[in-house]
């Protein structure tokens, strides 16, 4: 039986798509291309809704903070911008297909970094009871926050400062991975809504039992990194919680029960990495303090959990599970790659781990540029140069089909969020997620969305997916149910 075809395909854009990502309420899909232009499409009624040239260069990533888009160019820049406003629009444009388009959303902030490595940022919110503490507030953390908003007017191109930003930004606190601005093998973070950086240069090996294998593995840009949080230390007193959420316990003793930051960094060597920080609230840079701390890799509070090389070529992109359990890598190669994300607990020394941290499956396709994981975990999506997107089963690597639509080397996939899901570690919802209402919109247009025949809506759009090609097209995909497989 032949593959069904994508449910809508988008032709808004004019170049090679690049990089695409849903809103936190999966209503609006954002989507860059290679000459910097970016559209804002209503998935209700499939329409695009904003269109404009948001960078000097090609898009890296797309993603969302506080309703608001957040895109990084290879204009060496990131830009936060204003959710969208429908009351304002521009003048009808000449293709038919980008009509009534909104004006482009205003820039709030603009942070300056380091795009040599097309590598694109990620970005996840700081647990609630775990932020840094205001400049106003009582804490241990004080200082520490309140150094990173006096240093954030150098480290951002903005007229904006931290004094004079709209009072949503300070609702919730994010963490920013991207490559280091001056080293393309380390990694920079940074603290949201101060964007000051927290964490210089992680991944710098300096000290003296790091040196002999500095030429060994050490040697590629990073290509790809993602964060996430993990649970609070095991000897950590647990109390007042509230769904699952410790509210106090951060605030009032911040050596115990706070959850450890992890980084997984893919190379151009074809390698990953592992890090974790337990003291992640504490600003470091290795560069300076290795030689105060020669037990820890890297320096800083950084620790390496373990290093595996799963390519020859250069990895091209990275995804994790929603469960962070798995994280998967596709290259130049045939290779598909699953990483087993474990804790500290289960390596000696933190430089390598045994054989089944890592599993090798060959594609049968030579060259793959996207992976992404369903919302569900059961399936992981990887698209070749060939234009076709093949779907495996993340446990067994069984193939679910191939997807065949594009005729040219697909870049980008992206699967909705699973609203549901309470590890989900790359989303903010609050009071602020995007909410989009278009005049003159009726219930008849809802019909792509919400149809009569579906008993929740929801449950269908967790089987969507997304791909963005060469060929300059965005297809909307409905993949079936893989639940019984």
């Not at 890090?275 to 030689?291: F, T, Y």
Request: aromatic share 8%; proline share 5%; hydrophobic share 35%.
């Amino acid at each position: 039986m032949s593959p069904p075809p994508p449910i809508h395909v988008f032709r808004s854009h004019s170049y090679p798509l690049h990089a695409t990502a849903f809103s936190a309420n999966n209503q609006l899909l954002y989507a860059g291309d290679e000459e910097g232009w970016i559209t804002i499409t209503d998935l209700k009624v499939k329409r695009v809704v904003a269109h404009w040239r948001a960078h000097e260069s090609g898009v890296l990533g797309v993603g969302e903070w506080l309703g608001g888009l957040v895109s990084h160019g290879r204009d060496n820049i990131i830009h936060f911008h204003a959710p969208l406003d429908p009351s304002h629009s521009q003048p009808t444009a000449s293709d038919s297909s980008l009509t009534n388009l909104l004006q482009p959303p205003q820039i709030i902030r603009s942070l300056p970094v380091n795009s040599l490595n097309f590598c694109g940022f990620h970005l996840i919110p700081i647990p609630a009871g775990y932020e840094l503490q205001s400049r106003h507030a009582e804490g241990p953390d004080d200082a520490v926050l309140n150094k990173l908003q006096n240093d954030s007017a150098d480290t951002a191109d903005s007229n904006l400062t931290c004094s004079n930003i709209d009072g949503k930004w300070f609702s919730a606190q994010g963490l920013l991975a991207v490559p280091n601005l001056t080293d393309s093998e380390t990694i920079d973070i940074y603290h949201l809504p101060s964007f000051g950086r927290l964490h210089a240069a992680v991944g710098t090996r300096t000290t003296s039992a790091n040196l002999q294998l500095e030429g060994k593995i050490r040697s590629g840009l990073v290509m790809s990194v993602r964060m996430y949080f993990t649970g609070a230390a095991k000897d950590a007193p647990v109390t007042d919680t509230n769904e699952g959420k410790n509210t106090l316990l951060a605030k009032s003793d911040p050596r115990h029960g706070v959850p450890a930051l992890r980084l997984v960094a893919a190379y151009e060597d074809g390698r990953v990495e592992q890090w974790e920080c337990k003291d992640w609230q504490k600003r470091s840079d290795p560069r300076l303090r290795a030689s105060n701390n020669p037990a820890k890799a890297g320096g800083g509070g950084w620790q390496t959990l373990w290093t595996q090389k799963g390519h020859n070529e250069a990895i091209m992109a990275m995804a994790i599970s929603p469960t962070l359990d798995y994280a998967y890598t596709v290259s130049a190669d045939h290779l598909l790659v699953r990483y087993q994300l474990q804790t500290s607990d289960s390596f000696v020394n933190g430089v390598t781990g045994g054989s089944d941290l890592l599993v090798k499956h060959s594609t049968k396709q030579i060259g793959n540029s996207a992976v992404a994981v369903s919302p569900d975990g059961r399936v992981v999506a990887v698209g070749g140069w060939d234009g076709g997107i093949r779907l495996l089963s993340t446990k067994t690597f069984k193939s679910l089909g191939t997807l065949s639509y594009h005729r040219q080397s697909c870049h980008t996939i992206s699967f909705p969020h699973n609203l549901a899901a309470s590890c989900a570690d790359d989303l903010h919802l609050g009071d602020h997620s995007s909410v989009l209402e278009i005049d003159g919109d009726d219930s008849e247009d809802d019909s792509d969305y919400e149809t009569s025949d579906q008993k929740a809506t929801s449950h269908n759009v967790m089987r969507w997916m997304v791909s963005g090609a060469k060929d300059r097209r965005l297809a909307l995909w409905e993949l079936k149910d893989f639940s019984r497989k």
